[in-house]
């Protein structure tokens, strides 16, 4: 029998102990030996819970079991679950996790430290889809030109019904940590950071690159409002968290950030908490994925689908995409000043004479050509709101021209920018 220990059993803790009840002869069937969770570590003993495994507010009662063979992180955070899994692996016990933000600091040293000992974290990425499967095995003949995700079922949601019911930030939000799809500190979910977590580990198996979140560009959803979305509806755009990795000439651009997307899109028919990832592989061409990227039983398929593939293969496989010393080539991240796209600009300015043609001059300045302009009237009567669309330009110079549109005389507030996916 594989004995199994979870720390954490909050939501995707207690459906992992749930789902190993319920779905126990098939799943032993298919791992080829009988899984039982034999213990659960949680921070608070009095909180009630919908499971019944023994629980315990000591974690070392899971890492000093020496009959405990494979330990489940679910409890979230970084410092305290990396040391938890060091000892873990110190002991020799294989580990799976769904903590994405601890892997996007620490999955090289954690595949250094785990040598030959498993690691699964099917569930970091994507909740209830395959994708690291699918990149680490499924699409290992291919060199990887590019990854496109909706990535954060919370912001898909949130921006879904924000589009579609007009429902308000606050209140859309505040349904998305009820369903259980938000991380403790939503910040992450609707700055952006969650999807650039998950979008470093997928550019790891894909491209090896050793970034962290501090190196790419990440924005959030925060800034999204209603005038945008009148904007993106009135022209046949979708409005997406995307989370893009790009190889493009032996550098690696990685990115995550709102994006208008025409709505003809597959991706932008990505709606609710549903995730949807495109790969594209040289052999292959486009492959898409599409599932559930949050929620208690989904995520905890796929930490199931890994103690599976822990007991079923025996052996370690390749935590990140390249088992040494084989990795192919070395790449470089492109920096984020140097990145193209297309970009949808909304500026709240004085309605007079000059105005429009003064903007039209900063963005000529530094070379960036208009697609559509669009004048709206605003609530205060002296003043209007500007929308526009630009050709290809590089970010570096789009971020000048909006700091000078900023200082013009005429400019009431920041520059709103999203950037247009073609
Ligand atoms: P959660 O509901 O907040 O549960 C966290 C659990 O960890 C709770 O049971 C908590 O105990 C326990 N815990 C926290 N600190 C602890 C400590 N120091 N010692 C022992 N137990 C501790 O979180 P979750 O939503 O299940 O997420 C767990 C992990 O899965 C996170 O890394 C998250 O990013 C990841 N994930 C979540 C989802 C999702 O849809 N929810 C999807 C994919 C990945 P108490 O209950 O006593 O406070
Ligand atoms: N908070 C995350 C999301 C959970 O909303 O996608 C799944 O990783």
Known sequence: MIRVGIIGVGTVGQSVANILRKNKALISARAGKEISVVKGAVRDLSVERRVDIPLTDDVNEILEDESIDIVVELMGGIDTPYEIIKKALSRGKAVVTANKALLAYHRFD???????????????????????????VGLSANEITAIKGIMNGTCNYMLTKMIREGVSYEEVLKEAQELGYAEADPTFDVGGFDAAHKLL????????????????????????????????????????????????????????????????QMIAK????????????????????????????????????????????????????????????????????????????????????????SIAQVLGKHGISIETFLQRPSENAKKATLLCATHTCREKDILSAIDEIENLPHTSAKVAMIRIEA
């Open 110 to 136: 954690l595949q250094q430290i785990a040598g030959e000992i498993p690691i699964g974290y099917e569930a970091s990425v994507a909740g209830g889809i395959p994708i690291i499967n699918a990149l680490k």
């Open 201 to 264: 580990i997928l550019a790891s198996i894909a491209y090896g690159i050793d970034a962290k979140p501090e190196d790419i560009l990440i924005e959030g959803i925060e800034n999204v409002n209603q005038d945008d979305i009148d904007f993106a509806k009135e022209f046949g755009y979708s409005i997406k968290l995307l989370a893009i990795a790009k190889k493009i000439d032996g550098q690696i651009e990685l990115r995550v950030h709102p994006v208008l997307i025409k709505q003809e």
């Open 270 to 357: 990505i709606d609710g908490v549903m995730n949807g990832i495109s790969v594209i592989g040289d052999c292959v061409g486009e492959t898409l994925y599409y599932g559930p990227g949050a929620g208690g039983d989904a995520t905890a398929s796929a930490v199931i689908a890994d103690i599976v593939e822990i007991v079923r293969a025996g052996q370690s496989s390749p935590m990140l995409g390249f088992k040494k010393p084989f990795q192919s080539e070395d790449l470089t991240l492109l920096p984020k000043e140097e990145i193209r796209s297309e970009y949808f600009l909304r500026m709240l300015v004085d309605d007079a004479p000059g105005v429009l043609a």
